[in-house]
């Protein structure tokens, strides 16, 4: 089925550890995006691709970086787990205005 | 900076009832908006979007939203709510349909549907 796929679905870190979460879309998007969701307070951004080959810092970056590795793939690494980056992180892709498409989500506990 | 508020924390409705739900931006133009939803341990939904036009908008599973300038608002309808609603409700605005166009999300409305 055509969408975005987030791999792994659950994940439990030690403080300290590293980690890369993976994102891969198969409609051909040109934009793709990682969320993470924290109760109350949304979604926020944390980084962005408008395109192959860009990345551009979002809301709250600190802690992260991403990797846009071609145009379907579009990875989030966790260099230093802290318990601050506790939190469901989504991935999306956009093409026009025809909306943005999510992932199912990554809940990724840090103990 | 755009901001997107969404009053009500928690919302409960009788199945059957009609639920609305408020959203409110912060932007010194119209912006692009976008109702999504989230059931349970799933992503989001689109469940309608407003660029331009006709300020009344039809989504889908029979919800509606209603533009309206003069209030900043982007307020989501359903005029009887089925137990499968039960899920939170996220308002979100954009500032353009440019490439890598950012959304910016309100904190969330969720909603209990009462047999």
């Known amino acids: 089925n055509a969408g975005v796929t987030q791999t792994p679905k659950f994940q439990v870190l030690k403080t300290g550890q590293s980690m890369t979460l993976q994102c891969a879309q198969d409609?051909?998007?040109?934009?793709m995006y990682w969320y993470r969701q924290d109760p109350g307070m949304g979604l926020r951004l944390i980084y962005y691709?408008?395109?192959?080959?860009?990345?551009d810092k979002g809301e709250v970056p600190n802690g992260y970086n991403v990797s846009r590795l071609n145009k379907r793939e579009f990875s989030l690494r966790l260099e230093s787990a802290a318990p601050s980056q506790t939190s469901v992180y989504f991935c999306?892709?956009?093409?026009?205005?025809?909306?943005?498409?999510f992932g199912s989500g990554t809940r990724l506990t840090v103990v | 900076a755009q901001s997107v508020t969404q009053p009500d924390i928690h919302i409960t409705v009788s199945e059957g009832a009609s639920l609305e739900l408020r959203c409110n931006y912060s932007?010194?133009?119209?912006?692009?908006l976008f109702w999504y939803v989230q059931s349970p341990g799933q992503g989001l939904q689109l469940l309608l979007k407003?660029?331009?036009?006709?300020?009344l908008v039809q989504g889908i599973k029979g919800f509606e939203a209603e533009f309206k300038r003069s209030q900043s608002s982007f307020n989501l309808r359903k005029p009887s709510v089925h137990w499968s609603d039960a899920a939170e409700y996220f308002c979100?605005?954009?500032?353009?349909?440019?490439?890598?166009?950012?959304?910016?999300f309100g904190g969330g409305t969720r909603v209990l549907v009462k047999p």
């Open positions: 999306a892709s956009r093409a026009g205005d025809y909306g943005y498409t």
């Open positions: 409609m051909n998007h040109n934009s």
């Open positions: 691709s408008a395109s192959e080959g860009t990345t």
């Open positions: 932007y010194g133009a119209t912006p692009y």
């Open positions: 407003y660029f331009s036009g006709d300020t």
């Open positions: 979100a605005v954009a500032l353009s349909k440019a490439a890598g166009n950012k959304l910016t």
